[in-house]
C-alpha cells in the first residue's frame, strides 16, 4: 500500500510540474484572427476583434506607407491578424472601433514592400485604411497603441 500511495505522489508531482514547465509557452502562443474575402463579400464577414498591446515599435516595419503616412505606434513584434484576398479588390477600408483610445495599424501586404499604415490622430479617433488598388494575396495586419503597452479591446472590420 505505501509503495502504491508513493508512486500515485510521484505521479501526481510529476503531472504537476509538466504542467508548471507549460504554462508559460501557452502565454506566448499567438492567435491569428484571419480574414478571407472573396468579391462581393458581405461585411460581417469582415469583422476580427482583439486586443492591443506590446512595446515593439511598429515603425520597425516602415517609417512611411505607399501613400507616404507616417507609420507609428507600439504593438506585438508578430502579426494580429492575417486577411486574404482571393481577389483584386478596386477599394477597401479598414476600420479599428476602440472606442476612441488612439489606435493605430499596420498591413503588410501582398508582398512585404507594400505597407500601408494610419493612427487615430487625435485624442478621440481610431485608426483606419481607405485605399484603392488592394491586389489578390496574403496581408499582414498590426493593431497597435501611439503608447507602448497600452492594453485596448478593439474590432477590426473591412468594407469594400
Known amino acids: 500500500i505505501m509503495l502504491l500511495l508513493s508512486q500515485r ?5 510529476s503531472i504537476l510540474f509538466s504542467l508548471i514547465s507549460v504554462f508559460p509557452a501557452l502565454a506566448e502562443i499567438k492567435e491569428f484572427s484571419q480574414i478571407t474575402m472573396i ?8 469583422l476580427v476583434t482583439g486586443n492591443t ?15 507616404d503616412n507616417v507609420c ?13 484576398l482571393e481577389k483584386d479588390f478596386s477599394h477597401l477600408k479598414l476600420e479599428l472601433n476602440s472606442h476612441g ?3 493605430t495599424i499596420v498591413v503588410q501586404g501582398p508582398d512585404r514592400d ?8 487625435n ?7 481607405e485605399d484603392k ?28
Open 72 to 84: 507609428i505606434g507600439y504593438g506585438d513584434p508578430e502579426p494580429d491578424h492575417k486577411m486574404v
Open 101 to 103: 483610445n488612439n489606435t
Open 133 to 160: 488598388n488592394w491586389k489578390a494575396g496574403t496581408y499582414q495586419i498590426w493593431v497597435g497603441s501611439l503608447e507602448s503597452d497600452r492594453r485596448t479591446s478593439y474590432v477590426l472590420s473591412v468594407q469594400k
Open 39 to 46: 468579391l462581393g463579400f458581405n461585411t460581417s464577414t469582415g
Open 123 to 129: 485624442d478621440t479617433e481610431d485608426a483606419a485604411i
Open 114 to 121: 507594400t505597407i500601408r499604415c494610419n493612427f487615430g490622430e
Open 9 to 13: 505522489i510521484w505521479l501526481f508531482v
Open 53 to 67: 498591446g506590446g512595446s515593439y515599435s511598429l515603425s520597425s516595419i516602415a517609417n512611411r506607407d505607399i501613400n
